[in-house]
């Protein structure tokens, strides 16, 4: 059997080997390694993959967030609602740009971003909410767009974990994750489901003058070369990046099919488990299983951990420590015992290897893995 990764990028790689060192080397040859032709016809493509008017490539899924977020105009002392339940990337631009990270609690089923929970945190203050599409399911999406249009605030969807995915409105049209908020956000990290060789990101809008706004702010707040009109960053999407993302975006349904092939043997294996509660689908998103997470009842799921180690089984814990507990975002708004649905999800969840390369036999080692713990 291949040794079992929690992503194996050098398995996917070797099956589009020609083509991704053809487009490498082509850019190497160009020398246009800094907004070359690459980053365009990548950006074109994805504008037409995701039926979005603009994409703005940037240098990384956090940088994203952060030049959406000084585009928008907010104003330090604003504030920001976001999910408690995410990584630390989506709260961390907020208190970076001088904002309130206001935390909220999620669904205990598709551990997204709870509607109830937003509604209950605005204040006067509020200018905007971030829902996280995590492990590849949309947030309710038609509720947060409520929300939002009732109190006059901006959406940033963070797709980082969701690109790919399909948003089913409740008239039953769909777009794709990230293209519903006034902006969306990717990232391209390696182990995301359309990752590049390194970093990358892109913001997502069909807003035209948010756009030019978004492209100032990622080219150093500049208008007319040399003239700054604002502070901006620097934050590009390199060319050899982008070079190997259009390759790999010609396969992404393919990938989220792969990834759902893996996902429905686990559902199998896992089903009516008394221990092991299989991740809901909800009935307005597909699902791009960036992550498989399995929330566990009355077990050590630690220990659950330390046993499919040492059968070469890795598992991971997305996310260990909520928002709220992280020691960098203590507030005396906020103690334990305030978010039971993340604190309990933080306690109890595990998730498994997940990308698209596990072939039938490694599954069912790792299933029949998972089970033995419990017949142990
Ligand atoms: C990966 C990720 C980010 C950050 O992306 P980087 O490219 O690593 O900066 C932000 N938010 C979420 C939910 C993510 O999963």
Redesign the pocket.
Known sequence: MKRIAMVDLKSQYEKIKPEIDQAIQEVIESTAFINGPAVKNFQKDLEAYLGVKHVIPCA????A?QVAMMALGLQPGDEVITTNF??I??AEVIALLGFTPVVVDVDPDTFNISPESVRKSITPKTRAIVP?H?FGQCADMDAMMEIAREFNLFVIE?A??AIGADYIFADGSRKKAGTIGHVG?T???PS?NLGCYG???AIFTNDDELAKQLNVVVNHGMVVRYYHDYVGVNSRLDSIQAAVLKVKLARLDDYAAARNKAAEYYDQAFRNHPNLKTPARFDRSTHVF?QYTLVTEGIDRNALQDFLAKKEVPAMIYYPVPLHMQKAYLDPRYKEGDFPVTEHLCRTVISLPMHTELDEEQLEYITSSVLEFFAS
Do not use: I, P, R, Y
């Open positions: 990384n899924g956090t940088d967030l995410t990584f990337a989506t996280v995590l963070d980082c974990q956000c990232s391209f990290f995301k970093d990358g990101g960036h």
